[in-house]
């Protein structure tokens, strides 16, 4: 049994939704990822692995990556926009597609597992914590194009981060560490 209140935000929410056209949910909570009850960003970061992880694994050009994200964020600011206007609410958690965008950033040099597991935590800390100007565009920047942005600088930071210990941290681990194994 559902408590009261629990169904009252329930119903309340389906029938927010319900204003949103359902091709922007669709696009917006990527194919319905973003419904998680729970922590629905890493659920739709998570998800967008089913379309990140092949590419990267089988080392498709980052230019491929990169223009498809940019695709993606075209689409997902359109999406977006209309379901901020159709609810009425800056940035719905279960708009997710931001995440697909920046997770698809973050990746855009991946070719491994460990680079796709890396990228994925990396990315979900700084579109976590916020650290300016992440938070900036979070607080300033509103609509559609808002929900997306702040997802694109928080890929920023990752993929900085990404490449940071991939080109430099890990290499100078495995000499000096690890003796020049792994």
């Known amino acids: ?3 009261a209140g629990r169904a009252t ?6 029938n927010d939704r319900a204003r949103a056209p359902a091709w922007a949910t669709i696009v917006g909570t990527f194919l319905g990822a973003g419904l ?3 922590a629905p960003g890493t659920v739709g970061s998570l ?3 089913i379309l990140w992880a092949p590419l990267a694994l089988f080392d498709v050009a980052w230019w491929w990556r990169v223009g498809l994200a940019l695709a993606l964020f075209i689409a997902g600011t359109v999406a977006a926009e209309a379901v901020v206007r159709g609810e009425g609410r800056q940035d719905p958690q ?5 995440e697909v965008v920046g997770m698809g950033l973050t990746l855009a040099l991946a070719s491994t597992w460990g680079s796709l597991l890396l990228g994925t935590m ?3 800390v700084f579109d976590i914590t916020k650290p300016w100007p992440v938070s900036l565009a979070d607080r300033r920047v509103k609509g559609g194009f808002g929900v997306m942005l702040d997802d694109v600088v928080a890929a920023g930071y990752a993929f900085g981060a990404l490449m940071l210990i991939e080109r ?3 290499p100078f681990v495995q000499a000096r560490v690890l ?3 792994a």
């Open 94 to 98: 279960h708009v997710v597609i931001d």
């Open 36 to 38: 998680s009850p729970k």
């Open 1 to 3: 049994m559902v408590p």
């Open 9 to 14: 935000r329930y119903a309340r929410h389906m």
């Open 47 to 49: 998800a967008s692995l």
């Open 168 to 170: 430099l941290v890990w």
């Open 122 to 124: 990396l990315f979900r």
């Open 179 to 181: 003796g020049g194994g």
